[in-house]
């Protein structure tokens, strides 16, 4: 049997050793091995791994390390903002993103290759939808930041966010895998708090995500507060409209007793008007919400423009009246094509 080594929980990895003959008290040290130092290579050398494990390592059914390959990066003026396109087995490519300031990182990360849900401002999902990604490219694709950021900054990821290529809701049960493998104490140990998993509204994913055991926070992309504006700009919102995005974000809030974090991206002459920021207002009275503005970042197949400085802060101010918190979200990235999929959008652009 073949896997790689990245996309198996602590305890599946226990079941494989002993499955395979090996004593299952050696998952410890190969899980520190693979999740805190990062090895892949040269996993047989490392400390605590004794022979039967480098036997079973060195076997031909044995795990390997995900095959990742980096083949473009680009980095902001001041270098903390850091794009990777990773090639895949198959060729398939993926964005990883790191922003913030040395040791508080955020590693954002891609979901699927391309994606289904065709938002029509959205670079990702202007490409189309070609495959999922397995927990182990996406745990694969924390490991290469952390690597980097230990070999050019000394720095270490703090927070997660699934917010690259993809809705990571309509790849669920691989994207729980990742996330639990990389919130686990005995591996990279990033709190499930610090990880937030953004949705445009894919309902059965967030009734199970309510579900689930840990509490990962819920990010959801709403950009128009009608069904009528939101189904222009998210196809999706025909087969699950408005009413019912709020029913399952309100259970998510009393369940799991956590805010919500609501996504606005800014489009000038669209969804940017008074109007427009009141009725957002009105849609989560009562809710325990945060709203995040993002300015549109101008993509190839969407011809409109993110709103000027001043549109952007009186919507806010409109928000921030009626006693909703809100953030602006920076656009640091602006000079790395930071929209999501945008690296990608343009590498396939070049080679055409
Ligand atoms: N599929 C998930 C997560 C990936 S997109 C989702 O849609 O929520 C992450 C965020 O980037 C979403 O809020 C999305 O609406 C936003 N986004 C996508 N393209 C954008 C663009 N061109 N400009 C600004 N925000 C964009
Ligand atoms: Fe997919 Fe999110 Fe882009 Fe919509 S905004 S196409 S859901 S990645």
Request: charged fraction near 25%.
């Amino acid at each position: 049997m073949n896997f790689s080594l990245e996309g198996l929980s602590y305890e599946a990895l226990e079941a494989q050793l002993a499955e395979s003959g090996v004593n299952p008290v050696h998952a410890k040290p190969l899980f520190r091995a693979v999740h805190r130092r990062l090895l892949r290579n040269d996993l047989d050398s490392a400390e605590g791994v004794l022979p039967p494990l480098q036997r079973w390592l060195a076997s031909e059914q044995a795990a390997k390390s995900c095959a990742m390959e980096l083949v473009g990066d680009t980095s902001s003026a001041d270098g903390f903002t850091r794009k990777y396109l990773l090639r895949l087995h198959d060729g398939a490519e993926v964005e990883s993103v790191q922003m913030g300031f040395p040791g508080r990182y955020t590693a954002c990360l891609s979901s699927q290759v391309g994606c289904a849900m065709g938002c029509v401002f959205c670079a990702t999902g202007q490409m189309g939808f070609s495959r999922h990604l397995t927990a182990s490219e996406i745990v694969a694709q924390v490991h290469q930041v952390e690597r980097e950021l230990r070999r050019t900054q000394g720095g270490t990821i703090r927070n997660i966010v699934m917010m690259g290529m993809g809705e990571p809701l309509h790849n669920f049960e691989p994207t729980m895998e990742a996330l639990d493998i990389i919130t686990d104490n005995r591996g990279l140990n990033i709190g499930p708090a610090r990880v937030a998993i953004s949705t445009v509204g894919y309902i059965p994913g967030i009734r199970k995500l309510t579900r689930h055991s840990k509490r990962y926070s819920l990010a959801v992309s709403l950009h128009g507060a009608s069904d009528e504006e939101r189904g222009q700009l998210i196809p999706l919102n025909k087969r699950w409209p408005l009413v019912e995005l709020l029913d399952a974000c309100r259970e998510y809030s009393a369940l799991k007793r956590a805010r919500v974090f609501f996504a606005w991206t800014l489009i000038g002459g669209v969804n940017d008007s008074d109007d427009h920021a009141q009725r957002l207002v009105d849609i989560l009275k009562g809710m325990d919400a945060h709203v995040n503005l993002i300015p549109l970042n101008p993509t190839e197949g969407y011809k409109e423009q993110a709103p000027g400085e001043e549109r952007v802060r009186a919507f806010q101010q409109i928000i921030q009246d009626a006693g909703l918190p809100s953030t602006v979200r920076q656009r640091r990235g602006i000079d790395v094509a930071a929209g999501c999929g945008q690296l990608k959008a343009q590498r396939v652009k070049r080679t055409r």
